[in-house]
């Protein structure tokens, strides 16, 4: 009885796996598709960076018709979205998740534009400055830290007596 509900369950799961692999080489070929585009229709352009922020599609005021084009659950995340002044116009994009904290706010830089899609920055004049964000620390790394002040307040109230 046992053997039989683990091997059903098995083949339950092997069958997943096996949709889920197709699934994702079809979503990857898709993904080098809508690159391929994007890479073609790219544009060099300057702007004065306005503002930065992680915004949903429809706070962030772009034109009705991207919000038309994109689908439910794109507009309930939350993007990064850059205002940025573009001779005289004032425009609204959506850079590239791996660029967003390399684009400096206030400055002017060269961006490779696609569309409303920012894929490239590199500094007008001179070198952009890479971001001092915060590391991700370890679970050991935050411990020690903790063990480490508290081992420093122990030795200040011991000298204090």
Sequence with gaps: MLGRVLLIIAIILLIVMVVLYFL?????????????QVAAAAQSVSMLIIDKKRMRLKDAGLPQQVLAQTNKLMQRSKLPIVKAKVGSRVMTFIADEKIFEEIPVKKEVKATVSGLYITGVRGLRGPLEKPQGKQKKSLRAKLQAQYDKANKKLQEEKQKK
């Excluded at 994702?24 to 391929?36: F, I, N, R, S």
């Design 24 to 36: 994702g080489k079809k979503a990857q070929k898709k993904k080098e598709e809508q690159d391929a």
